[in-house]
């Protein structure tokens, strides 16, 4: 897949809380449904089940921001898990999103809205 | 312990979440149902690691709520790439606003719907500890539903698991006259088959038991000896070789068999070779040429063809029945029309017999075509179907509970709905937002409660009496899943509904003037709390009437003397190996030889034998004539033959004349002992002693016995004859042994004994009497201990509604109470004010709950015993003890009220 211009990315902007999250968790290490969701629930503080994380994770893939990597063996009588990974795309899409939020933030910063910590 | 439950649990879990994936689009479910599942169980597994039995209900209400919000989602998406989800401000992805609360704008029910969820999804993550019992009562009732339906899907729904079931009919002969409903004869079959117009095809079957010997060592089965076109009735299919070919039916090629599958696995390893090898079955050899599969309903676990005779189809047999038939009625004929087919066909049955004997008109013979379900069902039918209904009321009482709880807490939020209607909300939109949360909890409750109908399931098989069928075959299939969805979203709308109308009728203005809590709708609803007390009491009421007559009727039945004294009884069956004992000679030493070895035993006191001890299954009927009486009459007694001291063993009182002696054999004079209840109803007001009897021969009756139980305690008593060994001689006995010992020390003694006297004479069904009689009880005792459990579980909920409204009643009154007892008034008329409150709901509940039992405990009449259903002692009792447990329910918060502070109470607000 041909990288995108800035301008293309900008189409994806802004991302959704939980689909910021999901890419979030998938930058360090190709992780399955489970580990996002604990990430999920690490980095946001909400709580959510396997629907939305696999939500989340269909539509990522649908636009190519994710992909299914290798599979991984379980216990016996478990179902191998399937990981997820994200793409190039998937990569500069977050970065763009978190330039987006640092704007944003910077404009709240210079009106003094945001506490310093 | 611990952890095998749990493991099952998570089991169950993982099961209802997966089938709960139903929910999602297709794709969606194709590509990461097992994910999920996977997910779920670590989720499971994390939940319950961190918080013990807490983690199960959080680990629920997380991924199952999480799944109905992605499911509405999913849906309304439409499967689509998900552009619109971008549609909205930045920042949109959190917890929207509650869709009441926003404008008018372009909204579809599915978004709205969606919205709702949301919303409903946060305010329950809210209130843990409310949705926690929400979902637990729930799961209560839709647990205890689930299984009870899976039993009668199983029993009643699915009774016969074969292709077009409702075809197939059982064939009897009857005897208008002796109300008999017997097996058919040889004769009586090939010429009914033959005649028919209105049969596809009919079977006849035999069943027997089979010495079967080899390497695995000699073992007696339960088989059948079948006509080919056993296996076209029913449609079975041979798994593995062939079934029967019609040629095969006939005597001299008759020398094949077809397995069961159990059979084929137990003895023979599943091995396919095995079709052409040989098997010897009585010391003969058969080919086996298949097996038949496993859902083979009759107990039996091989088959062999069944052949006839010349002589046994000789019409002098007509009345010789030993045979079960059945048949698969042509498509289209009603069970009317056949039976009237059968009618005609019996009528010229009787014609032509009527030139040598006048039998088959004098005891009104018949054929009777009966359907093979009903035949199959009808007697656990009404018990379940009754178990049904008091497992459906458990459920409304818990839906009447819930929805106590729900709208508690809408009253509680009253000014919240003011906010939202004062913005612009509609009362259909608060209504349906409601609602939804409502479905949300039931849907979990609905899932856990499958969960727990599983578990159920296996408790019922364990505890459920032998006589039902099939219920060894009770599963959670797709039907049942579809009960119980569909019960669950019944309970939401049910629960959800009169809270949800009762606070969308707010009054707006009125509430947020007084800040909530005191308007109209609130007196609105609390009187709509009072009158769910009342329907859960009413409710309540009813089930433990109907489980206190359960109760009475079982003891009833207990009581019934069964006329002999199993207790210290241990009895076995055995049957002399043909081969070994071909004569009727062999077989009497047999017996007399097996017996003295018996007696002998230490701790044994006396050893005696019967063809069929009381109470067990199966009967020996026959009829006889009376000699002297001019009528000639027939009359029908069971038969029994007895060896050894077979009375004094069972301890049956001899109460005339002589028991039998070692002279009554072949060659002494016919004799016969009756019982109390023969000489009562054959020889009223007459001696029976020296009477002469024509049964097998013309004899003389020598004693009168007491009367015996057969068939259930609760049977009318049956009269019996006893007829000697040593004259008439049948090749299958109970022995039944008196001893001190320890039954499984006796039985390793017995089996050494029998063995002895024939290492290959297999012996079976050894168990101690007081199993048989405990087996005859079963099934009133599995009604009555489920009734008592559903009761219980109706108990427990109406008195968690009663204490839930009164600690409202204390909580909304506490002001009032405060100045009262500022006023001067003591403790004891605080408590008078709640308790006679909790007591005059509870006295409506019962006067709406007796008229209910009047009408409802009718449907028990057929199941009870010596109790009528308007049982006096019963509803006065059981009213009693409803009324003193809504006292306690009732005391704890009327004590809280006692306590309350009259200067905190007026100064609050």
Redesign the interface.
């Known amino acids: 897949m041909p990288a995108r211009s800035e301008r293309s990315l900008d189409a994806?902007?802004?991302?959704?809380?939980?689909?910021?999250h999901v890419l979030l968790a998938l930058v360090d290490e190709p992780r399955?449904?489970?580990g996002i969701?604990k990430q999920l629930e690490a980095s946001s503080g909400k709580?959510?089940?396997?629907?939305?994380?696999?939500?989340a994770?269909?539509?990522l893939a649908?636009?190519g921001l994710v992909r299914e990597g290798e599979e991984r063996e379980?216990e016996r009588g478990?179902?191998p898990?399937?990981l997820f990974e994200i793409t190039e795309l998937g990569q500069q899409v977050l970065t763009a999103e978190g330039g987006r939020l640092a704007y944003?933030a910077d404009l709240a910063r210079a009106k003094d809205l945001v506490p310093e910590g | 312990m611990t952890h095998h439950v749990g493991s099952v649990v998570e089991r169950a879990s993982v099961a209802v979440y997966r089938t709960l994936l139903v929910l999602l689009p297709r794709p969606f479910r194709a590509a990461y149902r097992n994910q999920m599942a996977e997910d779920f169980r670590d989720l499971l597994r994390d939940e319950t690691t961190r918080r013990r039995l807490a983690g199960w209900p959080r680990a629920w209400l997380r991924g199952g709520t999480d799944l109905v919000a992605t499911a509405f989602t999913e849906r309304i998406r439409g499967g689509g790439t998900g552009r619109s989800e971008r549609s909205g401000p930045p920042g949109s992805a959190g917890p929207e606003p509650p869709s009441s609360m926003r404008g008018r704008g372009r909204t579809t029910v599915f978004q709205n719907l969606l919205a709702d969820a949301r919303y409903a999804w946060r305010h329950l993550m809210h209130h843990p500890a409310f949705a926690f019992v929400v979902v637990l009562t729930l799961a209560v009732g839709i647990g205890a539903n689930t299984s009870m339906f899976s039993v009668v899907n199983s029993v009643l729904l699915n009774a016969l698991p074969y292709p077009e079931s409702d075809r197939l009919a059982t064939l009897h002969h009857t005897y208008e006259k002796f109300d008999l409903i017997a097996s058919v004869s040889a004769p009586g079959f090939v010429d009914y088959r033959e005649k028919n117009e209105v049969f596809e095809e009919l079977a006849a079957i035999d069943f027997g038991r089979y010495d079967v010997s080899g390497d695995e060592g000699p073992e007696r089965i339960l088989g059948a000896a079948v006509t080919p076109g056993y296996f076209q009735v029913l449609r079975i299919d041979a798994e593995i070789g062939r079934t029967f070919l019609e040629e095969e039916a006939e005597p001299g090629n008759d020398r094949v068999v077809v397995l069961s599958h159990e059979l084929w696995q137990r003895r023979f390893g599943a091995d396919p070779g095995v079709v052409g090898t040989s098997m010897r079955m009585g010391g003969e050899a058969y080919t086996v040429v298949g097996v038949v599969p496993e859902d083979l309903e009759s107990q039996a676990e091989l088959l062999v063809p069944l052949s006839f005779t010349p002589e046994e189809l000789d019409p002098n047999r007509w009345t010789n029945e030993y045979l079960q038939v059945i048949g698969r009625l042509t498509d289209g004929v009603s069970f009317d029309a056949a039976q009237a087919n059968a009618d005609v066909l019996a009528g010229n049955v009787r014609e032509m017999a009527r030139e040598q004997t006048t039998f088959l008109d004098d005891s009104g013979w018949n054929v009777g075509v009966f359907s093979a379900r009903d035949e199959m069902v009808g007697d656990v039918e009404t018990a379940l179907l009754v178990l049904l209904g008091a497992v459906g009321l458990v459920f409304l009482i818990a839906c009447a509970n819930v929805s106590n709880l729900f709208l508690a807490r809408s009253l509680g939020r009253e000014r919240e709905i003011a906010v939202r209607m004062s913005m612009g909300a509609s009362r259909g939109r608060i209504s349906s937002q409601l609602v939804t949360e409502g479905v949300m909890l039931s849907l979990a409750g609905g899932a856990l409660g499958l969960a727990l109908g599983g578990s159920l399931n296996r408790v019922l098989v364990r505890l459920g009496p032998a006589d039902i069928p099939r219920l060894d075959a009770v599963a959670l299939d797709g039907r049942v899943l579809a009960f119980t969805a569909a019960l669950s979203v019944l309970a939401g709308v049910l629960f959800a509904t009169l809270p949800a109308l009762q606070a969308s009728a707010a009054d707006l203005q009125a509430t947020l003037k007084e800040g909530g809590g005191r308007g109209a709708s609130s007196r609105r609803g609390h009187r709509l709390k009072d009158g769910l007390v009342v329907a859960e009491i009413a409710l309540a009421l009813l089930l433990l009437v109907g489980s206190g007559l359960m109760l009475r009727s079982f003891g009833r039945i207990v009581d019934v003397a069964p006329g002999f004294d199993p207790a210290n009884t241990v009895s076995f069956r055995v049957a002399p190996l043909e081969i070994r004992y071909p004569e009727t000679e062999d077989v009497r030493v047999f017996y007399a030889e097996l017996l003295d070895r018996i007696a002998g035993l230490p701790g044994v006191s006396s050893v005696g034998a019967v063809n069929r001890l009381p109470l067990a299954a199966g009967n020996n009927t026959a009829s006889f004539t009376i000699e002297g009486r001019e009528t000639g009459e027939d009359y029908l007694a069971n038969m029994r033959y007895v060896a050894g001291d077979y009375f004094q063993t069972a301890r049956i009182p001899l109460l005339r004349g002589r028991d039998f002696d070692a002279t009554d054999n072949v060659d002494g004079e016919p004799v016969a002992v009756i019982d109390e209840e023969a000489a009562r109803r054959f020889w009223p007001g007459e001696d029976p002693i020296g009477q002469r009897v024509d049964r097998a021969g013309s004899r003389r009756i020598i004693g009168v016995v007491g009367s015996v139980k057969h068939g259930g305690l609760d049977r009318e008593t049956q009269a019996h004859m006893y007829l000697p060994v040593g004259q008439l001689t049948p090749r299958d006995m109970a022995v039944l042994v008196r001893t001190a010992n320890d039954f499984a020390a006796l039985a390793a003694t017995l089996r050494t004994t029998v063995s002895r006297i024939n290492p290959d004479q297999p012996l079976y069904q050894i168990q101690p009497m007081e199993d048989v009689i405990s087996a005859s009880l079963a099934q009133p005792r599995f009604n009555a201990l489920l009734l008592v459990t559903f009761a219980g579980f109706a108990l427990l909920l109406a008195a968690v509604g009663i204490q839930g409204v009164l600690s409202q009643l204390v909580g909304r009154r506490s002001r009032e109470i405060g100045i009262r007892m500022a006023l001067g008034a003591d403790k004891r008329s605080v408590l008078r004010l709640v308790v006679g409150r909790g007591l005059a709901l509870t006295g409506v509940g019962l006067v709406l709950g007796l008229l209910a039992s009047l009408a409802g405990t009718r449907a028990l009449a057929s199941l009870l015993f010596g109790v009528s259903p308007t049982d006096p002692v019963v509803l006065v009792g059981v009213s009693a003890f409803l009324l003193a447990v809504a006292a306690v329910a009732a005391y704890l918060p009327a004590r809280r009220a006692t306590r309350v502070d009259p200067v905190r109470a007026m100064s609050v607000e």
Request: zero cysteines; proline letters at 6%; hydrophobic letters at 35%.
């Open positions: 994806f902007l802004p991302l959704t809380a939980t689909t910021f399955h449904g489970y969701m709580a959510v089940g396997p629907g939305t994380v696999y939500g994770l269909r539509r649908q636009e379980a478990r179902h898990r399937q944003l």
